[in-house]
């Protein structure tokens, strides 16, 4: 039925399954000789299309369109992604969605079949083509590292034209309180977008590539280019390598690693289901309570992230590491409460606020956070999050209309992947500092690194 459909509408391409799909037409329903219907749709384009049907008319030309294209080193999937608009490719299937759980979230739609990722257009009966594979050194750090290391590693591969080949050790990875990098991982869902390195392809003979960062917080684009020119050079060498591997090192802090796939990046650090009912759920509750002692009101949620445990507790990084003091986090807040509220009649601010740092409970954490920040703000409109796990702190921070963030890199993430306020202007608020300035660590610190341009930053070293 689909194909037949196609046929009429003169589509000579079908998806039977296709990846982050961006369709022009709107979806219509067919139905089969049997009874059976499923959707279509008519100008597709997407990643990840592995099958496809072609008619035979068209299929004997498909080589000389491709080779005239000139899509250099594409992919076929990036092909037909570009090829789409002119082609008419239509899509069968894409309201189809899997029952298995683990599929929760998926960009993956219709009758999709994969069993191998070997997509090159210079594969099969092509000339042989090395592949290329981006592939982290090794996990560093808690969930904020772990998140921009993967973030900056799978932002490389595709700058490269690899999307699909981005590895990392997961099975393998011995989880430890301080690298819990296994379930972070699995806790995101990871494997929809970048692959277990013992899955890593390794045809002989292999060349290997180095990408080690200058500074945990600066992002050198010469290195990049220089990095992304020598991947060229190596596939331009006939026979001389069949896998280009590679190995990228560092903490990897920097948005620009990343820069122009930022939608695919929230997209893999959207709050997971359960810790995302668990914060809908928490804030419904909140606005619940609000609305019965303020009728007619409109609560705008801030959301605010503390970061306490080792960094105020344990000398060898309070002597590094800047805090977030509370004249910052009281400028921070007059700043959005104006900004949310001003000219809007009955419009009222709330500020969530989250607390953690030390290993195991955050309790102690949110008792300091409590008394330090009432006394210190003089805020009254404070609602506080107990008894929560950082991902649903996380989770709840994502949720809200705007946040205001310490100087800690699971709160950058926070900032980054609440989409309402990082497509604003000034609706994140970030501290200048996130080393003393006599540390050594501030050398590889760059601001306009770190931070994405349209977040408002304020001073919280003071004196």
Known sequence: AGLAEAERQYSPFV?????????????????????????????????????????????????????????????????????????????????????????????????????????????????????????????????????????????????????????????????????????FFRTFRLGRFSRDKRHAPGKRPVCELRLKEIGANYYDETQVNRLLSDIKVREAKKGKCATIAVIVSGYLQSWKYFRGFEDKIRLAFAAPPAQKAKAEAWLAAARQTLNSGSSGVTWRFVGVQVRRGD????????????????????????????????????????????????????????????????????????????????????????????IIISASSFGWWAGFANTAAAMGDGLVVAPRYIYRPESQLSKGYRLEDYYPPNWKILDNING
């Open 15 to 183: 998806y039977l399954g296709l990846c982050a799909p961006k369709c022009v037409s709107q979806e219509t329903f067919v139905t089969t000789a049997r009874g059976a219907t499923v959707s279509f749709h008519s100008r597709c384009g997407g990643f990840c299309t592995h099958a496809y049907a072609v008619q035979k008319s068209i299929a004997r030309l498909l080589p000389e369109s491709l080779r005239l294209g000139k899509f250099g080193e594409m992919t076929i999937d990036q092909a037909f992604r570009h090829m789409a608009p002119t082609l008419n490719m239509s899509m069968l299937g894409g309201s189809l969605r899997s029952r298995d759980p683990r599929a929760a979230g998926s960009i993956h739609v219709g009758l999709f079949y994969m069993k191998a990722f070997s997509d090159s257009l210079t594969t099969g009966a092509w000339e042989a083509k090395p592949q290329v594979i981006f592939r982290l050194g090794e996990w560093s750090g808690r969930i904020g590292n772990l998140m921009f290391e993967w973030a900056s590693v799978v932002g490389l591969a595709n700058m490269a034209g690899v999307e699909t080949q981005a590895y990392f050790d997961v099975a393998n990875f011995a989880d430890s309180a301080t690298i819990p990098a296994k379930s």
């Open 311 to 402: 960094k105020v507790q344990i000398p060898f990084f309070s002597s590094r590491y800047a805090s977030a003091d509370g004249l910052y986090y009281e400028a921070a807040m007059n700043h959005l409460e104006k900004k949310l509220s001003e000219g809007r009649s009955n419009t009222k601010v709330v500020f969530i606020v989250t607390a953690g740092g030390s290993m195991g409970s955050n309790s102690k954490d949110v008792s300091e956070t409590k008394e330090g920040l009432k006394h210190a703000t003089g805020k009254s409109n404070l609602i506080f999050a107990e008894g929560t796990d950082p991902v649903t702190d996380f989770s709840l921070l994502t949720a809200t209309d705007a």
